[in-house]
């Protein structure tokens, strides 16, 4: 059976599993300068089994960024706090995990995930939540045709601390 969700270009998305918390915790390990202050991944093997029991696959579904060639994971990307009734909406979480971050992958897995929210998942909006100064991470969404929405003071605890945070998002105009 495939476990692939959706396949792009050079990239694919499948669930995060079980079996992946050796290199993903390794890729997280090696990442920490490039996510630091901007996302909190898990860091050991107690924190990946409590952020793998998060993905439920009704509130929230956590998936990573493979390459299609050599299958290495080249990012994730979650689908959070899925809410349905009036709003059919989803919260992204993304990070790239070096080496291979800047060569174009993260914006292809996002693209595909974003996909996925819209077509397989049926949600309407789907919204990032992005610190200022997070360059990176605004050029992302702004390329999926993102608007920032808002902004929110002390919105989300990051690292300990209460991080203010732009809100962005795409709704499903189809
Ligand atoms: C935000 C983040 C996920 C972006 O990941 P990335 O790997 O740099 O993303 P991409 O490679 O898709 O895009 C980066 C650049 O590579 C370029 N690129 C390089 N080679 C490319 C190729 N072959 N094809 C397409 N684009 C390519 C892109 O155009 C893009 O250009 P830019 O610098 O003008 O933005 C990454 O910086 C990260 O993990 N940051 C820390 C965690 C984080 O902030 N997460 C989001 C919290 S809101």
């Given at each position: 059976m495939s476990v692939e969700l959706t396949v792009g270009t050079r990239v694919l998305l499948r669930r995060v599993r079980a079996e992946d918390e050796g290199r993903f915790l390794e890729l997280v390990e090696a990442s920490s300068e490039l996510h630091r202050p901007w996302v909190a991944l898990p860091r050991s093997a107690a924190e990946f089994a409590a952020y793998l029991a998060r993905f439920?696959?009704?509130?929230?579904v956590g998936m990573?960024?493979?390459?299609?060639?050599?299958?290495?994971?080249a990012g994730m990307?979650?689908?959070?706090?899925?809410v349905r009734g009036s709003y059919q909406r989803g919260v992204l979480g993304y990070a790239a995990f070096l080496p291979h971050a800047g060569r174009g992958y993260m914006s292809e897995?996002?693209?595909?995930?974003v996909r996925y929210a819209f077509d397989r998942l049926g949600l309407h909006?789907?919204?990032a939540d992005i610190?200022?100064?997070?360059?990176?991470?605004?050029?992302?969404v702004e390329r999926l045709g993102f608007r920032r929405e808002g902004f929110s003071p002390a919105y989300i605890k990051i690292d300990g601390m209460w991080?203010?945070?732009?809100?962005?998002?795409?709704t499903n105009e189809v």
């Open positions: 439920d696959q009704v509130g929230a990573v960024v493979c390459l299609r060639e050599g299958g290495d994971m990307v979650n689908i959070n706090e899925i897995g996002v693209a595909l995930a909006r789907v919204e610190q200022p100064g997070n360059a990176a991470s605004v050029r992302l991080r203010d945070h732009e809100r962005w998002a795409l």
